[in-house]
């Protein structure tokens, strides 16, 4: 087995250091640098970055990208310079947007190499030095103080109340509190309590340990390793895209040939029909949906940071509101990453909400006021005060012990005055033997009295006596099963319990030794959890009725997640909880098919993470993963939107997609809501221009079939699309979301941008209006044998109407006069925009001639607004027809989720 690769938190101390062939003296200068060839520096690899030019050259691969590049091309070959300056905008615009966004990828192992600390304190050759951390090898003897930031992965030798914060690497915000004892070698890293790694930070105590892995093999360094395996893929949004490209594409060319053999058939001139032919393959793409899909995606970034999230991927942005499944971490996610004083158990009383408590009778709440006062005295975390005073103090201290000190401040103690009155005169620092803190104080009228905290269980074994109300009475067994019930209890909330004892001393005494320790007054317990969020558990309900599944991972133990998940509603029977050893005796395949079941994950790994939302992702849902951690990061990066919450690490911010301003859950649904209106608006701006494109088609390919000269000229199809539907487009763009926008399921993966409804819409109403128009142009032709009349009576149907349809389009779940339908005032001003100008198609000489148009009368312009209705009171009844069969579907899939 290579060095990577063995474990030493199942070897004590001196098998690890005789592995090493070291003791606590340390390294000499010799074998440091031959351990440096072997091991190399302990820094985390640099991944070769991508030119800058390949990242350019990648915007360009978009099939959608592509055929408007070939459209530029041949507009310009036939003289259309205006029409091809626009496609080519639209292409540069992409183009630029695409480089900068992924330019940041190349910043996610960058910010893993910032965790590491700047030196290190070792002992060399019997002599302490401070050295660049880079110089660390395995074998060295790491020396480690409170504040210390650990700078690679190493087997602790000896300890002094030690403990540390292992969040960075494992998500969980617990004091972690060491040992030195050896660990079953199947331990997942949060056991592994004899050992440091490296990112972590030191609480409090001091250490020695020997150092067993560097850069690349430590912990992190496998994170790093994965992170840069990590695939992140094409978003669903760029997908759909790109199959709506190619189906555009192929539909494009498979029309142009047939109008083209169609018109030469029919007697054409063969150029004439070509360049027609062009222009309607031209006006068939949608050159004006890249830049609108970019400016819908900037603004709905606008408004996502608006609710507090930082999109930092222009597709996130949308992808966000197709997702399916929610993997979320608990602590700093669901939990607010602090811990709390939530229970306090004595003899007589029981208080679940301390700040709610005063001590406006100091007779009924004497039994908590003393267990809070004991808390606050045996305990080494203190206030750092500011000069603004307490409202702006820092608790500084492990985590249990800030909780404590808190709780006795949130019912009205002076922690200052309480100090004083007792002082300290000697400690017992807690260890994992002893499994106690006991403090020596000075009492002002009982001489000297200890006060001890620890587990439960011990603190109980050393009591003969019971405090009830100020009296000590005898701890009987009945006394004694009232409290183990009330322990229970709040074991199976997933609470942390520390048991409160007292005795008074004699005045002469000056130091204390744990059997001193002994009949021993029980003051009560006190249960600590890391609290949830506020307003947790109706975002949850939220996201269950927006058809959302949110699952929890954590690497906490099971009955801590188990209590949690049932707090914000999550289904939690057996069969849905998975830990992390029961994860590892799974295949990916056995994964994949019990992913649906599972709800809630507990004591898992980076790895176990990234398996988690591969398998999501084999039943083909959009999978969003928050995280905060360095753990998180190649989960983030894998997922099909990643978001980071703003409290958390570089690296994991880095790796992200979205980042939580405020680390609040019902972020996430607002930010999923937003994402939904971005959709939505793309998919109207899509309807919106395929509609138009088709319809003229349809209306040129009629003619072509009937012999009829053609209805339009290349320069009025251009008009068309460029200024007819130009300004309602780009007001689509910022259409508001619809009403009830969460109240519908997620999307399917597989359903594409122009779903059947949709396409069946634009199918029907290019048949219609292409109907409707030629006949039109029949009779003018007739009965007028005037071809400029009779295309300018074509050209103005056509044009009024796409700046009536898009009225209708923009709310396809509601009837067209139906409330907010004035509500995009943009889109009001679009229209006004587009009407105007086509006026002066008509009626300014210049452009007439260049639009090859007659004035119209008040018939003419009667006949092209009949037609307009017409088309749109066909629209409406469709929309009548799919949203009675969606209602019914809706209401389907609701009583199956109930």
């Not at 996610?108 to 050759?125: N, P, T």
């Not at 975002?539 to 188990?562: E, N, S, Y």
Request: hydrophobic fraction near 45%; include cysteine; charge should be negative.
């Amino acid at each position: 087995m290579s060095d990577s690769m063995k474990t030493f938190y199942d070897l004590s101390a001196e098998e690890a250091l005789k592995l090493f062939n070291c003791t606590e003296v340390g390294l000499d200068e010799e074998v440091i640098e031959q351990r440096l060839i072997k091991y190399g520096r302990n820094v985390l690899p640099e991944p070769a970055s991508t030119p800058w030019f390949v990242l350019l050259f990648n915007q360009v691969k978009s099939f959608l990208i592509i055929l408007l590049i070939v459209a530029a091309i041949v507009s310009y070959i036939l003289g259309d310079t205006a029409d091809a300056m626009i496609i080519i905008v639209a292409v540069v615009i992409n183009m630029v947007v695409g480089f900068i966004q992924e330019w940041k990828a190349e910043k996610s192992v960058e910010a893993l190499r910032r965790v590491i600390a700047q030196q290190a304190k070792v002992r060399r050759g019997g002599k302490e030095a401070l050295i660049p951390v880079e110089q660390l090898v395995p074998g060295d003897i790491l020396l480690l103080d409170a504040g210390d930031k650990v700078p690679a992965d190493a087997r602790l030798l000896k300890l002094n109340d030690f403990t540390t914060n292992e969040a960075p690497l494992t998500g969980e915000s617990n004091e972690v509190v060491k040992s030195l004892e050896k660990i079953d070698a199947s331990a997942v890293i949060g056991d592994r309590v004899n050992m440091v790694f490296l990112g972590t930070t030191v609480l409090q105590g001091s250490a020695e340990a020997v150092v067993t892995h560097t850069g690349v093999n430590t912990e992190i360094g496998k994170i790093a390793a994965l992170l840069d395996k990590a695939d992140s893929g094409e978003t669903p949004l760029q997908k759909k895209l790109d199959r709506f490209a190619r189906g555009v594409g192929i539909a494009v060319i498979l029309i142009c040939v047939a109008l083209f053999i169609v018109g030469v058939l029919v007697g054409m001139d063969p150029l004439e029909i070509f360049t027609i032919s062009v222009a309607v393959a031209v006006s068939a793409i949608p050159e004006g949906l890249v830049v609108a899909v970019t400016v819908i995606l900037a603004l709905g970034m606008q408004r996502i940071l608006k609710r507090n999230a930082l999109v930092r991927n222009l597709q996130a942005a949308e992808t966000l509101g197709s997702t399916s499944v929610i993997c979320t971490d608990k602590t700093g996610t669901i939990t607010e990453g602090k811990m709390e004083v939530v229970s306090v158990v004595t003899a007589k009383q029981e208080f679940q909400d301390l700040h709610h408590v005063r001590r406006n009778d100091p007779t009924e709440l004497s039994e908590l006021i003393f267990a809070v006062q004991l808390g606050m005295l045996c305990n080494d975390a203190h206030v750092t005060e500011n000069d603004s005073g307490l409202k702006d103090s820092i608790i500084v201290g492990n985590l249990t012990e800030q909780a404590l000190l808190r709780a006795g401040m949130a019912v009205g103690i002076d922690h200052v005055i309480l100090k004083s009155e007792e002082p300290r005169i000697s400690t017992i620092p807690f260890n994992s033997k002893n499994k106690f803190m006991a403090t020596l104080h000075k009492h002002p009228e009982l001489g000297k009295r200890i006060y001890m905290k620890g587990a439960p269980e011990k603190i109980v074994a050393m009591s003969t006596q019971v405090r009830s109300g100020e009296q000590a009475i005898a701890f009987d067994d009945e006394m004694k099963s009232k409290f183990e019930n009330e322990f229970e209890k709040c074991s199976r909330k997933g609470l942390r319990i520390l048991g409160l004892a007292y005795k008074n001393v004699l005045e002469s005494t000056e130091e204390i030794a744990e059997q001193d320790c002994t009949d021993m007054i029980f003051a009560g317990f006190v249960g600590i959890k890391d609290p949830l969020r506020p307003n947790i558990a109706e975002t949850f309900a939220k996201t269950k009725a927006a058809g959302i599944r949110t699952v929890m991972i954590t690497g906490d133990h099971k009955l801590t997640a188990q209590a949690i998940a049932a707090e914000v509603g999550l289904l939690v029977e057996d069969k849905n909880i998975l830990t992390g050893d029961e994860l590892h005796a799974m295949t990916q395949e056995e994964l994949n098919s019990r992913v649906e079941d599972i709800t809630v994950y507990a004591r898992v790994s980076p790895e176990d993470k990234l398996n988690i939302i591969n398998a999501w992702k084999s039943r083909g849902k959009v999978v969003a993963m928050t995280g905060d951690g360095v753990n998180d990061s190649p989960a983030l990066k894998t997922a099909s939107i990643g978001v980071a919450l703003g409290s958390g690490t570089d690296v994991a911010k880095e790796a992200a997609d979205i980042v939580l301003l405020d680390d609040r859950f019902e972020t996430i649904v607002a930010a999923v809501e937003e994402g939904r209106g971005i959709f939505d608006n793309i998919r109207k701006v899509v309807l919106f221009l395929m509609s138009d494109s088709f319809s003229e088609v349809v209306v040129i390919s009629f003619a072509i079939m009937l012999g009829l000269p053609v209805p339009l000229t290349a320069a009025q199809i251009l008009w068309i699309n460029l200024v007819s539907d130009g300004f309602p487009s780009v007001a689509l763009t910022v259409d508001p979301k619809d009403e009830g926008i969460m109240d519908e399921p997620p999307r399917s993966l597989r359903e594409s941008v122009l779903n059947n409804e949709m396409k069946i819409l634009i199918f029907i109403i290019s048949v219609v209006t292409g109907i409707l128009n030629i006949l039109v142009f029949w009779y003018y032709l007739k009965t007028t044998n005037n071809l400029e009349l009779s295309r300018s009576v074509v050209f103005l149907s056509l044009s009024i109407d796409s700046l009536i349809y898009v009225f209708s389009i923009r709310q396809l779940r509601r009837p067209l006069f139906s409330r907010g339908i004035f509500k995009n005032r943009w889109l009001l001003l679009g229209v006004a925009a587009s009407f105007f100008i086509q006026l002066s198609a008509f009626y300014v000489p210049p452009l007439s001639r260049l639009m090859k148009t007659v004035p119209l009368g008040l018939r003419d312009w009667g006949v092209a607004i009949t037609i307009a209705t017409l088309v749109i009171m066909v629209t409406e009844i469709i929309k009548y027809i799919f949203n009675r069969r969606h209602r019914r579907t809706n209401y389907k899939n609701r009583s199956a989720l109930a």
